[in-house]
């Protein structure tokens, strides 16, 4: 293995630039006017909508989530729900058209299936839906049913992502997953019966006491099953979180160090080159059929995304944001009337060059020469000590026309690469 270059690997950006300043309470009354909500010109959208909701509370999971219970997903759709009509009374979403849609979470399968028709009205009633390209809805093999498959067909949902882990038994016990590979196997079954050949799933790898041959064969799967899309997580271990402490007591085996994970990568990277996928981002491999066209509109167009739900990201107008993460204020917001905005951004010209960057390398490759007519110079005379480090360590590669993560080497620091292009947004949101 390669000098570690950096001491751990970061998480994937998935926004830039962020939310990063907490609303005042004066700015969280002029929100509409600095998202420009009140502009009529015709605009493209994404659309991400968070369902907090899980079944069981995975004990290895950062993401912004709440136990499932009946009452508490009533109040939250309700508040979801107005948030989702301020937006669309607004002339900016009024004329704007929605390209793709993302249903993620937690675990969007939770809702039964009155609760999802529902949704599904809502967003019709409230959101220009006429020109979508593509629904993608997340969710859990143990909460998936058959039924719910068929009716989100009908209802034109054409993308299920599906948070799989592992289809080995011993590792999901481990993980303390609620599904089996069994139910993972019989999601996807149900999902191409109900007419959504477009199935992606979520693995994560470098789990407690995980080998390589175990590795190899959740990665066998995938290829088996024809998956179009994967998602592949290093999984991060969270100090003070449940699966942490069961490691640090010696109830579970550890994970693997640093150089297992680089090989485990790597070896899914030939592995799945070798059967007809492409390296699509840091995480993601893809094989034709398995596109995913919002991410690519996020990534590499950086259409306006508007965000709806609980902690979620989103940039409309100009103007960067996060949601509240706790779900009694977040209801309490929309209650009183307010967008559920904590934190806020407002985008400026000299933050487009790092978007470019931080957002353009996850996708493992951006255009040199489109950078210089947007921006007038290249990149590597925009950011010279950044690139003159990321050369002298490997990582990138600079070309004529492109700037490329280095494989493996680059590809796996990866996301470190993209995250120092947001260095000054970090610092801004985590002033110490
Ligand atoms: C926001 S979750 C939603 C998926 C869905 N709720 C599920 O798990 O069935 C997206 C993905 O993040 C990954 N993930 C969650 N916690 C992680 C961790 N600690 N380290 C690495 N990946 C993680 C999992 O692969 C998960 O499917
Ligand atoms: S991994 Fe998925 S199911 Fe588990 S807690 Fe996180 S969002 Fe919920």
Redesign the pocket.
């Known amino acids: 293995m390669n000098k570690p270059v950096y001491p751990f690997r970061e998480i994937g950006i998935g926004h830039y630039p962020m939310g990063n300043t907490p609303v005042s309470p004066e700015d969280s009354k002029r929100l509409p006017s600095l998202m420009n909500l009140n502009q009529t010109a015709a605009s493209s959208k994404l659309v991400y909508v968070h369902i907090p909701f ?5 004990p ?2 950062p ?1 912004p ?1 709440a136990f499932n219970e009946q009452g508490a997903r009533k109040d939250y759709l309700a508040a979801l729900f107005r948030e989702l009509e301020m937006y669309g009374m607004t002339p900016q979403i009024r004329n704007c058209s929605v390209e793709a849609l993302y249903i993620g ?3 969007p399968s939770v809702l039964d299936e009155e609760e999802i028709t529902a949704l599904f009205e809502q967003l019709q009633a409230t959101l220009p839906m006429h020109n979508i390209e593509e629904i993608t809805f997340e969710g ?1 093999p143990a909460s998936f049913t058959a039924a719910k498959l068929k009716l989100l067909q009908a209802l034109g949902v054409n993308r299920i992502s599906l ?1 799989v ?1 592992t289809f080995n038994d011993e590792l999901g016990r481990r993980l303390g997953l ?1 599904q089996t590979g069994e139910d993972s196997l019989r999601s996807i079954q149900d999902s191409r019966e109900a007419g959504i050949a477009n199935v992606s799933l979520d693995l994560m790898y470098n789990l407690p006491g995980q080998t390589m041959e175990e590795w190899l064969e959740d990665l066998a799967k995938v290829v088996e099953l024809e998956i179009g899309h994967v998602t592949l997580f290093p999984l991060k271990i969270i100090p003070g979180f449940g699966l942490a402490k069961r490691i640090a007591s010696g109830e579970l085996p550890a994970c693997g160090g640093l150089e297992l994970e680089q090989q485990m990568y790597i070896e899914a990277c030939r592995y799945l080159e070798s059967q007809g996928y492409s390296v699509e981002s840091t995480y993601d491999f893809v094989r034709p059929g398995g596109h995913h066209v919002y991410s690519r509109k996020h990534f590499d167009d950086y259409l306006d995304l508007l965000s709806v739900g609980l902690g979620a990201f989103g940039d409309v107008g100009g103007y960067a944001y996060q949601n509240v993460k706790l779900l009694p204020e977040y209801v309490k917001k929309i209650t009183s009337g307010d967008l559920p905005i904590a934190l806020g951004y407002e985008v400026k010209a000299e933050d487009l060059p790092n978007q470019f960057l931080a957002m353009g390398l996850r996708r493992t490759a951006i255009d040199r020469q489109q950078f210089r007519r947007k921006f007038g110079v290249f990149p590597e005379e925009h950011f010279p000590e950044l690139f003159d480090k990321f050369v002298k360590e490997g990582l990138v590669e600079i070309r004529e026309d492109t700037i490329a993560l280095t494989r493996f080497h680059g590809l796996f620091w990866g996301n470190n690469v993209c995250k120092e292009f947001c260095e000054e947004q970090i610092k801004m949101a985590f002033p110490k």
Do not use: E, R, V
């Not at 899980?54 to 995975?58: A, G």
């Open positions: 899980c079944d069981s509370i995975c290895f999971c993401y989530k979470g937690g675990t859990n948070g882990q609620l």
